[in-house]
Nanobody, 120 residues
Framework: QVQVVESGGGLVQPGGSLRLSCAAS????????MGWYRQAPGKQRELVAH??????INYSDSVKGRFTISRDNAKNIYLQMNKLKPEDTAVYYC???????????????WGQGTQVTVSS
């Protein structure tokens, strides 16, 4: 009963910016980590950035200095993407690791994905 909803994808020119949003809802007791992954055609899914419940942040080397992950509460995160490059083109997925009660194990949940296309 956990839902993950993403928004903010679209078409942008190289050098442009986009901001992705992700909201987790449903039967959530707490969340261990939330993050963003992406998958481009012909490539494996890769971690873009994540943020833990303790606000520890990791970035992929390919996006450091250009992307910023942030939160405004425990269930909502954002990905500010600046200086976008054609190689950033991918489907971006929000990932949530959560549990519905403290008696359950951590489960992984995924958003439906949002397409980001960087092209002139």
């Amino acid at each position: 009963q956990v839902q993950v909803v993403e928004s903010g994808g679209g078409l942008v020119q190289p050098g442009g910016s986009l901001r992705l949003s992700c909201a987790a809802s449903g039967s959530i007791f707490d969340i261990n980590v939330m993050g963003w992954y992406r998958q481009a055609p012909g490539k494996q899914r890769e971690l873009v950035a994540h943020i833990t419940s303790g606000d520890i942040i990791n970035y992929s080397d390919s996006v450091k200095g250009r992307f910023t992950i942030s939160r405004d509460n425990a269930k909502n995160i954002y990905l500010q993407m600046n200086k976008l490059k054609p190689e950033d083109t991918a489907v971006y997925y929000c990932h949530v690791q959560a549990r519905s009660t403290p008696r359950t194990t951590w489960d992984n949940y995924w958003g439906q994905g949002t397409q980001v296309t960087v092209s002139s």
